[in-house]
């Protein structure tokens, strides 16, 4: 599956470096099935609500924080920048009145651009479409590289942006566990710190931090380049073991598991929630998804094109049925006690895909 929900006719085989603890395909997609998949069909920067307003609030927050105190007049491009979520954020934060914010990505919506004294939101390729802007002092890019072909090309389009003194703050899915961003297909690598410090020494960066960041971002991991020419000492690299093997395992028998829960349970079945992780469902456990009658969310208006959508209200929407618990497994504890304090029968993932 793609990371915007659309499923694709390619298995996913992936395979790991026992050196560094890179993970990457087997078969590497061609540059034409890249291109297709983020030709204007690829829906995820068009992505709206609340949940994608509360990320950009979260990522503000883990930017100012990388950057340290006040710079004022600073210059932040975000490469990548999605719907612009972390971007709006970032204006809207006392650290951040007198940044000179922009934002580039190839598929934004053409009615998220804008272009004001304050916030420029671009579509567009940061290698050639950034006539007359920059150098930056801060160069951004937040999920991003691991939807590139080459990373290490990719940290030197970053540097390229950079000013002498700059610094590129680079956040992407963790490796320290294993976790749902390996079962998309355009996640092309899982990048370890030791083979993100690799792809940086080949793009002319240097990796001076690296952490991973706290609830809400739990699963994402943040690296702070410099220039290497600009001296000082290089991040230490610790030493991460993903147990990815066993992982994508889990969900290769989730689908039968799953499905013999919820015959069991003898009720017509149905999900909460229905974003990106019941879009996972529908990829890899479909017998699962096929028997979901429909979707329970506190605002249904922001499902995705999954099924029949219906605000959840506690027992009305609970009385007769066995809900299953589609949403991200981090979360998965928290919405299954709220269903069960409701009077409801919940089903869960297994110990092995939560985190």
């Not at 307003?53 to 600073?74: D, F, H, Q, S, T």
């Not at 999605?82 to 934002?103: F, H, I, K, Q, V």
Request: with cysteine; aromatic share 8%.
């Amino acid at each position: 599956m793609l990371s915007d929900g659309r499923i694709i006719a390619r298995s996913l085989e992936k395979v790991l470096c026992p050196g560094c603890g890179l993970v990457c395909h087997r078969y590497p997609p061609t540059a034409a099935e890249i291109s297709a998949i983020y030709s204007g069909a690829y829906e995820l920067p068009a992505l709206t609500g609340t949940g994608e307003e509360a990320r950009g609030r979260a990522y503000a927050a883990a930017i100012v924080n990388a950057i340290g105190g006040r710079k004022p007049g600073l210059r932040l491009i975000d490469v990548g920048c999605g719907s612009g979520a972390m971007l709006r954020a970032l204006g809207d934060r006392d650290e951040a009145a007198t940044y000179e914010l922009t934002g580039i990505d190839p598929a934004l919506p053409p009615a998220l651009a804008q272009a004001n004294e304050r916030l420029t939101l671009m579509r567009g390729f940061p290698d050639r479409d950034l006539a007359g802007h920059g150098p930056f002092d801060a160069v951004i890019s937040i999920n991003t590289i691991e939807h590139t072909p080459d990373p290490a090309q990719f940290l030197a389009t970053l540097a390229s942006l950079m000013t002498p003194d700059g610094q590129t703050i680079v956040i992407c899915p963790t490796t320290e566990f294993a976790n749902d961003e390996l079962l998309f297909f355009d996640h092309f690598w899982s990048i370890s710190p030791a083979a993100m410090i690799s792809f940086a020494a080949r793009s002319g960066l240097r990796m001076v931090g690296g952490r991973g960041l706290a609830a809400p971002l739990a699963g994402f991991q943040l690296f702070r380049f410099a220039h290497s020419a600009s001296g000082g000492p290089e991040a230490a690299v610790a030493d991460v073991a993903a147990d990815a093997v066993a992982y994508l395992d889990a969900w290769k028998q989730l689908d039968a598991s799953l499905e013999r829960q919820l015959v069991a349970a003898g009720n017509p079945a149905q999900a909460f929630g229905a974003g990106q992780m019941a879009a996972l469902l529908r990829a890899y456990a479909p017998r699962t998804f096929a028997m979901l009658k429909r979707f329970l969310l506190d605002r249904p208006e922001e499902a995705w094109p999954l099924g029949r959508a219906v605000r959840y209200d506690g027992f009305t929407t609970l009385d007769g049925w066995t809900t299953l618990v589609a949403v991200h497994p981090s979360a998965q504890n928290a919405v299954a006690a709220r269903i069960r304090r409701d009077g409801g029968f919940a089903v869960t993932l297994p110990a092995a895909i939560k985190n």
